[in-house]
């Protein structure tokens, strides 16, 4: 039994820690790509929108983006991953 903890603790660590850092990139990683296809979602293909973020929360999960749209109003896109943690970024409006 004391054998197995050796191996067990070790590994529910590391899988705690590699969570928690993908996490943090999800959050504090460059966001430009996201960025630019919340928008092009919030302008729904306008031709030249002018889209300004009020405002954008992250969190590891998902981020929000708020745009005050011209002729539209105000518009909220939401963006996760395919994986929760990983994968590709998709988007869609609330």
């Not at 002018?50 to 405002?55: L, S």
């Amino acid at each position: 039994m004391a054998e197995a903890r050796r191996i067990v603790r070790p590994i529910i660590s590391l899988c705690l820690i590699g969570v928690t850092v993908l996490g943090f990139m999800n959050v504090y990683g460059d966001n430009t790509e996201v960025i630019r296809m919340s928008e092009d979602l919030a302008c729904s293909g306008q031709d030249k929108c002018d889209a300004k973020i009020r405002e954008m929360a992250k969190n590891p999960l998902w981020h929000t983006y708020r745009y005050s749209v011209p002729k539209v109003g105000d518009v909220t896109v939401q963006c996760q991953r395919s994986l929760y943690l990983v994968g590709e970024y998709s988007c869609q409006k609330q």
